[in-house]
């Protein structure tokens, strides 16, 4: 089974005509960082992949998601930016591409309502809203072409 995380980007209002993470987005992601670490070690996996959205806010998530990670884990995983993690995205085109490109635990930094809408693709009939910074967590078991995914665990730093 593959562990996928979906993850909304922290706290971030327009600062200067561009929305950036506050200092309480930094601190929810923070939060939020050390449940996954304990989730992930709950499910005795590590993280490998860590898939993020081009724009600041998701950017600057990821930055004090690695910052904060790096100190409670002992290991390393890859950073990617990915076109196909923008709030726009269609997950028909996203939810493939994931499953494809990468192997055993990713995480996608993204946001509203791209994030609520991979949530529903990989769980169809379980809607999701995401709070700021919030981490839900599927298991993905894929045979031969098909794909099924469960809900592993769903927090928020709220």
Same mark, same amino acid.
């Given at each position: 089974?593959?562990?996928?995380?979906?993850? *909304?980007?922290?706290?971030?209002?327009?600062?200067?005509?561009? *929305?950036?993470? %506050?200092?309480?987005? $930094?601190?929810?992601?923070? $939060?939020?960082?050390?449940?996954?670490?304990? $989730? &992930?070690? =709950?499910?005795?996996?590590?993280? +490998?992949?860590?898939?993020?959205?081009?724009? &600041?806010?998701?950017?600057?998530?990821?930055?004090?998601? =690695?910052?904060?990670?790096?100190?409670?884990?002992?290991?390393?995983?890859?950073?990617?930016? +990915?076109? &196909?993690?923008?709030?726009?995205?269609?997950?028909?085109?996203? /939810?493939?591409?994931?499953? =494809?490109?990468?192997?055993?635990?990713?995480?996608? /930094? %993204? $946001?509203?309502?791209?994030?609520?809408?991979?949530?529903?693709?990989?769980?169809?009939?379980?809607?999701?809203?995401?709070?700021?910074?919030? /981490?839900?967590?599927?298991?993905?078991?894929?045979?031969?072409?098909?794909?099924? @995914? *469960?809900?592993? @665990?769903?927090?928020?730093? =709220?």
């Amino acid at each position: 089974m593959r562990h996928i995380a979906i993850m *909304r980007h922290g706290d971030a209002p327009y600062i200067n005509g561009e *929305r950036q993470i %506050s200092e309480h987005g $930094h601190q929810q992601v923070q $939060h939020m960082v050390r449940w996954y670490a304990q $989730h &992930l070690a =709950e499910q005795n996996v590590q993280l +490998e992949t860590l898939l993020v959205s081009p724009t &600041l806010r998701a950017q600057q998530t990821a930055d004090t998601f =690695e910052k904060t990670f790096k100190d409670l884990v002992d290991y390393d995983w890859t950073r990617q930016t +990915e076109s &196909l993690l923008t709030s726009e995205s269609d997950p028909a085109m996203t /939810i493939p591409f994931v499953e =494809e490109a990468t192997q055993g635990t990713t995480v996608l /930094i %993204s $946001h509203m309502p791209l994030v609520s809408h991979l949530w529903c693709g990989w769980l169809p009939g379980q809607s999701q809203y995401f709070p700021t910074a919030a /981490i839900g967590s599927l298991g993905l078991t894929t045979d031969g072409s098909a794909s099924s @995914a *469960r809900k592993l @665990a769903f927090s928020s730093p =709220e």
